[in-house]
């Protein structure tokens, strides 16, 4: 049995955050399923390990944490001297552009592009009816977010430079859910952010993610 335990579910977009780190790093897990249909998040045992009753929750021996980021951040720590290097924590300079553009990732990218999502992918599955307004709104803002994007990757092949990080890494899961909407075209139609996300798709970290969900 692995000793490091993910409380979630495959696809669910905090919980592929977290599962593709560890892939990539090459460290054991366990995933145990929470069902969020009968509320499972909600009762006290798992409220006692997420105060919020939110989805993903590791433990790893006595460490017990919350928040996808938080998680990757630790788990790329940690393992440091396994996997691929995430935080390139050899290099100051580079350390600290990973941090960066992973705070650009969860302050400016995820806003927009976990609405539109909300919006054109989760709403639908409940039956629920999208909020075009919304969705236009928000459109136009991750638009001007990818506009520097693809300024960035015009110079570099990825965000923090040309080394693949934890910051390329945490945008994985939402925009997998958009490229399954028309609005796509916000990636496509930007050459070297269409690149990017081709390559940091078809890593065999999140690759595996995905099989392993039977996607």
């Not at 590791?58 to 928040?67: A, C, H, K, N, P």
Request: charged letters at 20%; a negative charge; glycine letters at 6%.
């Amino acid at each position: 049995m692995a000793a490091v335990k993910v409380y979630g579910l495959p696809l669910s977009t905090c919980t592929a955050r977290v599962l593709t780190c560890l892939i990539e790093k090459g460290v054991e897990y366990e995933l145990i399923p929470v069902d969020l249909s009968v509320g499972a998040h909600k009762q006290p045992a798992f409220l006692a390990k997420q105060p919020f009753g939110q989805i993903p929750v590791l433990e790893d021996g006595d460490v017990t944490l919350f928040e996808s980021r938080a998680i990757a951040s630790y788990v790329s720590y940690k393992y440091k001297d396994q996997g691929t290097d995430l935080l390139r924590l050899g290099n100051v300079k580079e350390t600290a552009l990973v941090g960066v553009w992973a705070e650009v990732e969860s302050q400016q990218y995820n806003p927009p592009i976990s609405t539109i999502v909300y919006e054109l992918v989760i709403k639908g599955m409940y039956g629920m009816t999208t909020d075009q307004a919304v969705v236009d709104a928000q459109s136009e803002k991750l638009g001007k977010v990818l506009d520097v994007y693809e300024a960035r990757l015009t110079e570099n092949k990825y965000l923090a430079g040309n080394f693949y990080s934890l910051a390329d890494q945490n945008h994985i899961p939402y925009t997998f859910f958009l490229m399954k909407t028309p609005l796509a075209s916000l990636i496509n139609s930007r050459p070297h952010v269409k690149a990017w996300w081709e390559d940091i798709s078809s890593r065999p970290s999140f690759q595996k993610v995905l099989a392993n969900a039977n996607v």
